[in-house]
């Protein structure tokens, strides 16, 4: 399983659909999906939520995207996330 962290910025009308049911459907998404939700935050700045999930690949990532923005109105940017650890052995093999 890898990391993704989906950014969410609010539209108008998705601003006026806020509600934990809606929270819930989205978490479900994610899970038929293969993956799992980690962690959801409401964010001040940028972006307005971040759920943390892990999905088994890219592709998965690609289609809870698009499947929450499709549901919730909510625009979606993804993030691939990679664990500092594993990172700095990548890193350390180009030096």
């Keep these: 399983m890898e990391t993704f962290f ?3 910025k609010y539209s108008t009308d998705a601003l006026k659909k806020i509600s934990a049911d809606r ?17 959801v935050y409401a964010l001040l700045g940028e972006n ?10 890219a592709a998965q990532a690609t289609l809870a995207s698009i499947a929450l923005t499709k549901s919730t109105g909510i625009a ?20």
């Design 23 to 39: 929270t819930r459907k989205a978490i479900s998404t994610i899970q038929k999906l293969g993956g799992r939700v980690k962690s």
């Design 76 to 95: 979606f940017t993804t993030c691939t996330a990679i664990p500092i650890d594993q990172f700095d052995r990548l890193v350390n093999k180009y030096k």
């Design 6 to 8: 989906l950014f969410g």
């Design 48 to 57: 307005d939520l971040v759920f943390i999930v892990n999905l088994p690949t």
